[in-house]
């Protein structure tokens, strides 16, 4: 079996490269996300709530269909995880895979392994892996896209991967069609002419401007739905606001209270679990910013030189605009995809997570975390 082979490859390369233990934390923190499910006797989380059924509602009947699979609706995500599960059509078998398949991916692009507890505390990655969701093809896409960029050097090849990519992830996603301009990344790094420079960022604004004219009656059509169904009850917020709900989340009492402020499906465990989660993310969070403003010179310097961390960081920027300013707002799912975008992006080979902090980098992290707590509730 492929997810099976997969976990033993991923086994082996994390022994090789001294990650074993955060792959371990992963699975561990997936597995009882997981158990969740089975302790309720479900298979997936749109049975949580069924008089508001979610997304995985259409992804698991296209999964146990025994008609054509190409009769549903976003059907290559279902596809996938028949192909990966092969032959044993379990949903959470394949749920599983796919936390496989994502943190192998992780493990590769990321060099300081201490930097992977980032994405054991993500509650946003942890609950997306566990689900039935599209957004899952889609980040596996965007790591994989970043994974062949980082190893090629010539700039035709490297506009294949980011065009290939991005098509693919428009399957799923349409709008996500906007940054296809991104394609022409690798040859502004090779462009010595500022002229010929700046007409090359001027014709793909005008590209991504094209793409969402033609895309304009799906990306209504959404936005009348999504207006009713975002991650926190209240719906759209101002691009300010909603910034900072994609990027710190709502606050842990919002998972704990699951019940009265979500649109998606939990259970009451699941609330407990996740508002759990979340407090560990807010941690990690303003270990991240604090290392972003202590070395965002070296970030900057880092993202010039790397093609893979630009796709990567314009794939996020990309879909970040289109929740803030078409929808107002983004849901858990979203954020696993923008924020380990962003994150990852961001990396610049140092450990991110220090075990001893000197008093500069103490005030800038306690002051992150107090303004993150103070902004997301008053974001709620």
């Known amino acids: 079996m492929l997810i099976i082979l997969l976990f033993l490859v991923s086994v082996f390369y994390s022994i090789k490269h001294k990650s074993i233990g955060y792959l371990s934390a992963f699975h561990f923190v997936c597995f009882l996300a997981i158990a969740l499910f089975i302790c309720n006797g479900i298979d997936v989380q749109y049975k949580a709530n069924i008089s508001l059924p979610s997304d995985t509602d259409l992804y698991y009947s296209a999964f146990k269909a025994t008609d054509d699979i190409r009769n549903y609706t976003f059907y290559q995500y279902p596809l996938a995880l028949r192909i990966i599960s092969f032959p044993v059509y379990n949903s959470l078998f394949a749920v599983w895979g796919q936390c496989v398949i994502i943190f192998f991916l992780l493990d590769i692009i990321v060099k300081k ?23 899952n093809l889609i980040l596996i896409f965007s790591l994989v896209g970043y994974i062949l960029l980082d190893k090629s050097r010539r700039a035709w090849i490297q506009c294949i991967i980011i065009f290939v990519a991005i098509s693919t992830i428009a399957w ?32 793909s604004i005008v590209a991504a401007a094209l793409v969402l004219y033609e895309k304009r009656e799906f990306i209504q059509g959404v936005m009348d739905a999504f207006a009713d169904d975002s991650s926190v009850q209240e719906g759209r917020a101002s691009a300010p606001v909603a910034i900072v709900k994609v990027l710190a989340g709502p606050t842990p009492m919002h998972y704990f209270f699951a019940d009265r402020f979500f649109a998606q499906p939990f259970l009451k465990e699941q609330g407990v679990f996740y508002a759990i989660l979340h ?41 970040l605009l289109c929740y803030v300013i078409i929808y107002g707002s983004a849901d858990i799912r979203q954020r696993a995809i923008i924020i380990t975008s962003l994150f990852l992006s961001t990396l610049i080979g140092k450990e991110l997570f220090i075990r001893k902090m000197n008093r500069k980098q103490f005030r800038i992290w306690l002051f992150t975390i107090s303004l993150l707590f103070i902004l997301t509730i008053i974001s709620s």
């Open 113 to 135: 392994k201490e930097n992977l507890i980032f994405f054991v505390l993500f509650h946003a990655l942890i609950y997306t892996t566990t689900n039935l969701f599209k957004d």
């Open 172 to 203: 799923v996603r349409p709008f996500i069609g906007m940054a296809l301009p991104i394609t022409f990344i690798p040859f502004w790094f090779k462009l010595k002419s500022a002229t010929l420079k700046q007409v090359l960022l001027y014709g």
């Open 279 to 319: 407090c560990c993310y807010y941690a990690a969070f303003a270990y991240w910013m604090s290392y972003l403003l202590l070395n965002f010179k070296e970030c900057i310097r880092s993202l010039k030189k790397s093609v893979a961390k630009c796709f990567l960081l314009l794939l996020a920027c990309s879909q």
